[in-house]
């Protein structure tokens, strides 16, 4: 049974019901447009900043006001008035004190514009180059920068803060923000903030269909991945960029938005991933040379052929903040699962119904090869929860040969 979306969130992102079925009416994609704003940002010495001994007096502790920094706007997508409006929000945050380097933050943001009321994530940040310039130079005056990306509604872009952050650190590290750039580089990289950072999810969810519980197995079990004969874009959204020295990376962006990294404990991670790397089917290979992905040495078990039901369902309604949704959903319900396995194996250490509970658990939750593997890293170092878990791996082959 699939967990509903919390409350509130039907209304926003269209929830997904029991079972994997999506909800019977439909509301049409939520997100309408989107937009962009990028601001220069400057601080000015505060009045009385420094006093006649020369000491910081007035400058310690101090916060922004009006009169302290100014906004000019670099590029935009937004009509001049509803720009005004969004100048005056971030002029408001910044005078709070609100902004702080490199942190992104996300609001509702009325402005004069179609869809009125919408998600804003905001950002202050400076470019990599000039931060250690700043540093030595303890220059107030250094460039930075302020960018504003809206869209869809605060709930929807809350669930991708950490996809905007890394989509804000790439415009930090390797573009040129200078004038004579903004046209060719950095007006592009702006105007694709939703497709390149939300919609990567949705577009694997089309491109697979049927063939996502495959994807959502090798998730939950740090089954390495590899991509053969994807164009740049498909290669894109499946890879993990986090090393681009790796070519067809064994890590891809969909499995580390669904795996239970920083759910599970790191070391468990870890060991696990040298498990399945060691197991003798190694990774699952995705072949993209044709007009479908083929998938070899791939695996999957109920628990994920029901999840990929409710992603094929919520594919009907084309909103990408429901297919987040319907992830962090996924994650959340595999968590639920390897606590309860844990605290029945800890009952069965002393108890032998316990361990009976443990095993008709394991045979009906949909997802017993994953939690039974899960569970074995983490009480390798545990002799009595060891032995429980050696029973359950000789119930659970003796019943899968019957």
Known sequence: MLPALPDGDERELESSEEG??????????????????LYGYRRSAPQGAAGGDGSAGGAVGHTPSTEDFSLSLLDTNLPAEAETELRSFIAKRLTKGALFEGMGNVASVALSIPEGKVGCYYCRFQQESLLEMATLESDINAP??????????????????????????????NLDLEQKNLEACVSPYLRSWFEDAICPIQR??????????????????????????????????????????????????????????????????????????????????????????????????????????????????GNPFLFRQILENFKLKAIQDINNLKRFIRQAEMNHYALFKCYLFLKNCGSGDILLKIVKVEHAEMPEARNVVTVLEEFMRETSVA
């Open 204 to 317: 694997v969810v089309q491109l697979f269909q049927d063939k996502l519980a495959s994807l959502l197995h090798a998730a939950l079990s740090y089954t390495p991945v590899e991509v053969k004969n994807a164009d740049e874009r498909t290669e894109k959204d499946i890879s993990s960029v986090q090393d681009k020295e790796l070519t067809r990376a064994f890590c891809v962006r969909f499995l580390a938005a669904a795996s239970l990294q920083g759910l599970v404990q790191e070391g468990t991670m870890t060991s696990l991933c040298i498990a399945m790397t060691e197991e003798q089917h190694k990774s699952m290979v995705i072949d993209c040379s044709g007009p479908q992905p083929q998938l070899h040495n791939a695996g999957s078990n109920r628990f994920c052929e029901d999840w990929m039901q409710a992603f094929v369902n919520g594919a009907e309604g």
């Open 144 to 173: 930075e920068y302020v960018v504003c990306f809206l869209g869809g509604s605060e709930k929807g872009l809350e669930l991708f803060r950490l996809e905007l952050d890394k989509y804000i650190q790439n415009l930090k590290i």
């Open 20 to 37: 994997g079925g999506a909800a019977e009416e439909r509301r049409p994609e939520r997100h309408g447009r989107t937009y962009h704003g």
